[in-house]
C-alpha cells in the first residue's frame, strides 16, 4: 500500500532517466492530498526546478489567477507533472522520459483519487487522455473514463505566449467550474 512520504522518497532517488542528472529539485507536486480535483502539467521548468515545487514561475502566478477566477486555490486541488525534473531548456518532455516517471503519476493519482483531471498543455493531455489530442480543437471537452472526468484546457505558459488564446481558456474555466459543482461534494 502507498503513502504519500513512501511514493516520495522513492520518487526522490528515481534514476530512471537523464533528466535526473541536470535537476537542482525534484518537482513533486503540492497541494490536497485528497483533492477531488488535480491539475497536471507537462514538466517543471526552471523556477520550479529551483523551488522544487510545480507552477511557481511566471506560468505558475497566471495558473493562480486562473484558479482564483473559479473560486479555486492551490489549498483546494492538487498540482502535478506529467515529468517530475526540468527537461533542458524548458524542452517538451521526452516519450522515454515521460515513460520513466509514469509510474509516480499514476501512484499520485491513485493516492488522490481525484473525480476530475484536468491536462494543462497538449503534453499532458496526450499522455492522458489520447495520444492523438488536439489542443486547439478538444480543450475544454469532457472525456470520462474509469469514473473519472478529464478535460484539457491551455497551458499557462501557452496563454502568456497567446494573449489571444485566453477568452477559450476562460470558457474552459467555466466548464470546469459547472462540473466541479455537479460531480465534486468537498471542492468549493
Not at 8 to 28: M, S, Y
Not at 48 to 73: H, N, Q, R, S, Y
Not at 140 to 169: C, F, I, N, V
Request: aromatic fraction near 6%; proline fraction near 6%; hydrophobic fraction near 35%.
Amino acid at each position: 500500500m502507498d503513502s504519500w512520504d513512501k511514493l516520495k522518497a522513492e520518487c526522490a532517488g528515481c534514476r530512471a532517466c537523464a533528466l535526473c542528472e541536470t535537476r537542482h529539485n525534484l518537482v513533486f507536486g503540492v497541494g490536497r492530498e485528497d483533492a477531488e480535483v488535480m491539475f497536471i502539467g507537462e514538466g517543471p521548468g526552471e523556477q520550479e526546478d529551483l523551488k522544487g515545487e510545480p507552477f511557481v514561475g511566471p506560468a505558475g502566478k497566471l495558473l493562480d489567477t486562473m484558479l482564483e477566477i473559479i473560486d479555486l486555490d492551490r489549498n483546494k486541488v492538487y498540482i502535478a507533472n506529467m515529468v517530475k525534473c526540468r527537461p533542458p531548456r524548458n524542452r517538451d518532455p521526452q516519450d522515454r522520459e515521460q515513460d520513466a516517471c509514469s509510474g509516480w503519476l499514476r501512484r499520485q493519482i491513485a493516492l488522490v483519487d481525484p473525480k476530475i483531471i484536468v491536462c494543462l498543455g497538449r503534453i499532458a493531455a496526450m499522455g492522458i487522455i489520447d495520444p492523438e489530442f488536439r489542443i486547439t480543437r478538444e480543450h475544454g471537452q469532457w472525456h470520462e473514463r474509469d469514473g473519472r472526468m478529464y478535460m484539457a484546457t491551455y497551458h499557462p505558459s501557452a496563454l502568456l505566449r497567446d494573449p489571444a488564446k485566453r477568452p477559450e481558456a476562460f470558457e474552459d474555466l467555466r466548464e470546469l467550474r459547472s462540473k466541479i459543482r455537479q460531480i465534486c461534494r468537498n471542492t468549493y
